[in-house]
């Protein structure tokens, strides 16, 4: 069982930035390929961003140039620093977590944090 929390969220003025963090329990972090989804009112769940266990990094194409996202395997956590913020970046942001081992798939996902863009 992997527990994952994410924290930082909140309410922002557009233009402004915020940082997420995403805490991962166990031992095997550092073999997880991390992600951050939103999912906003009324619409899908979507990839925000992602990180391998060799560090490559995606991002989708909406916030491309004003999001990246690092890890750090010393301490289980993975953030998503986010810039230049617009109110269409409004929703909740949850961290997922995934991995294969020994022909099987896992995958956990956060409770998720509020981002409101907003004046």
């Known amino acids: 069982q992997v527990q994952l929390v994410e924290s930082g969220g909140g309410l922002v003025q557009p233009g402004g930035s915020l940082r997420l963090s995403c805490a991962a329990s166990?031992?095997?972090?550092?073999?997880?390929?991390m992600g951050w989804y939103r999912q906003a009112p009324g619409k899908q769940r979507e990839l925000v961003a992602g990180?391998?266990?060799?560090?490559?990094?995606n991002f989708a194409d909406s916030v491309k140039g004003r999001f990246t996202i690092t890890r750090d395997n010393a301490k289980n956590t993975v953030d998503l620093q986010m810039n230049s913020l617009k109110p269409e970046d409004t929703a909740v942001y949850y961290c997922?977590?995934?991995?294969?081992?020994?022909?099987?798939?896992?995958?956990?996902w956060g409770q998720g944090t509020q981002v409101t863009v907003s004046s």
């Open positions: 166990g031992t095997m972090f550092s073999i997880y390929t």
């Open positions: 990180i391998t266990s060799g560090g490559s990094t």
């Open positions: 997922r977590a995934r991995w294969r081992l020994f022909g099987v798939n896992n995958e956990y």
